[in-house]
C-alpha cells in the first residue's frame, strides 16, 4: 500500500508535464514545448498566447491533436496559417487571405495597398453611421481565439478538389471573434488564394486557403481545435 501511495504522488506531480506527449520525444514541459514548434520556425509569440490560453479552457476542445495559428503580421506572401499536431509535434504550413473590408462604395479599407499586409480588422463608427458598410466588421478579419466546428458541405466553396465536405464552420470565443458564426465567417477554399508565393487575393472576412488544400486540412482540425488569429495590428 505504501508503495501504491508513492506512485501516486509521483504520478501526481508528473501529470502537468504530460500534457503533451510526442511520440518519440517523452515529456516535455511547457517550456521545452514552446522550443520545440519556435525551432519549427513557428512564431514565439502567438504561440505563447495560444498555448496558454488552450491550457486554461483545454475542456473546451473536443479536438485536443491540433491547434492552428493564423499570423496576419505576416505577408500573405507567406504561409502564414501554422497547423500544429500536440501529439507528433509536427508542424503543417498552409497559405491563407485576409479579409478586404470592403465597403460599399468598394473600397478595400482593411488592405488598401493591397501588399499582401492586414491593415485594419474593423471600420470606422463614420462609415458605419453613414451606412457604408452593414457592421463594423463587414468584410474584414475577426482576430482572436475561435473554436474549428463542424464541417459542411458549400455549393459556393465547390471548386471539384475534393468529395464530401469541403467548408469548416467557426464558433468565435473573443468578443473580436464572437459573430463568426453569425456572419458565416467560415474556413473555406477560394480560386484567388494561390498555392505559391505571391500576393493573395482577399476575402469577406473568412479564412479562405488555396483550392486543393483543404482535403489537406479538413479532417485534422474540424471537430472542435483551437485556432488563434494573431493580428497585433488590431489589438
Known sequence: MRILNYVNIILIFL??????SFDGIGFETYE?????????NVPETPLRTALSFYFKNR???????????ADYSQSSREKRLYILNL??????????????????LGFPVADKNHDGFLNKCKHSKFSRFMRLVK??????????FMRVDETYRSK????????????IRLTGLSRSSKDVRKRSVVIHEADYVKDESVVQGRTLGCPAVPVGRMK???????????????????M
Open 87 to 104: 501529439e507528433t509535434g509536427m508542424v503543417q504550413r498552409e497559405y491563407v487571405a485576409h479579409g478586404s473590408g470592403r465597403n460599399r
Open 156 to 167: 459556393k466553396f465547390d471548386y471539384g478538389s475534393m468529395k464530401g465536405h469541403n467548408s
Open 15 to 20: 501529470l502537468p508535464l504530460n500534457i503533451y
Open 59 to 69: 475542456n473546451s476542445f473536443r479536438n485536443k491533436t491540433y491547434i492552428s495559428l
Open 32 to 40: 521545452e514545448t514552446i522550443e520545440h514548434f519556435v525551432a519549427s
Open 216 to 234: 489537406h486540412i479538413i479532417s485534422k482540425i474540424s471537430g472542435g481545435s483551437l485556432l488563434y488569429s494573431y493580428v497585433p495590428q488590431c
Open 135 to 144: 457592421h463594423r466588421r463587414w468584410g474584414m478579419t475577426r482576430p482572436g
